[in-house]
């Protein structure tokens, strides 16, 4: 017999569905600086600290990061209005002249758990704050994760994407 695709096993987790499935994250570092406002377009040149403010975090976890160029940062959306969350499929920026795509076809605030991913050029270290340009994030944005970006992780093969997502960046950064 098939089990149903969202049904896992795993040791403590026997008969459990993965909509079932939770756990708590809280913020290592937070946005210090940069925009207050988050906007949709012109974040290039844009400049922040991300402070790592966790308690359980020394010098000694961002040792060699400055040997890199650019950090993946995963944060939250925390200013967005979560009443305004769209599970269908609707236009970007609720432009008409661009197709109907669905919530995982948009890379806006409007997430299912709010979480924002974001490459950022890392300027330099200093201490526990990493000053980054063109993080795509507000002053206070809680910070969830911080990692340094490897080009082997990058995209493999061609990339395609939609014509309307170029036409809609043109200006973002």
Do not use: C
Not at 25 to 34: D, K, L
Not at 40 to 47: A, F, I, N, V, Y
Not at 128 to 150: Q, R
């Amino acid at each position: 017999m098939t089990e149903p695709l969202n049904t896992f096993k795993h040791k403590g987790y026997r008969n459990a569905t993965m909509t079932d499935e939770k756990f708590e994250v809280v913020p290592i570092a937070h946005v210090i600086g940069g925009r207050r406002e988050p906007t949709d377009d012109h974040w290039g040149g844009t400049e922040t600290i991300i402070r790592i403010d966790d308690p359980r975090f020394s010098e000694d976890s961002v040792k060699g990061l400055e040997q890199f160029s650019h950090v993946e940062v995963v944060f939250r959306f925390h200013l967005a209005d979560q009443s305004d969350l769209h599970f269908g499929a609707r236009s970007a920026r609720d432009n008409p002249e661009w197709p109907e795509v669905g919530i995982f076809g948009h890379r806006n605030m409007r997430r299912v758990n709010w979480l924002g991913v974001s490459r950022a050029r890392l300027l330099r270290v200093d201490g526990l704050n990493l000053h980054v340009a063109e993080l795509d994030a507000v002053d206070g944005t809680p910070v969830f994760d911080i990692k340094p970006w490897f080009a082997e992780f990058g995209p493999r093969g061609d990339v395609e994407q939609a014509p309307w997502s170029t036409e809609m960046l043109r200006d973002y950064f």
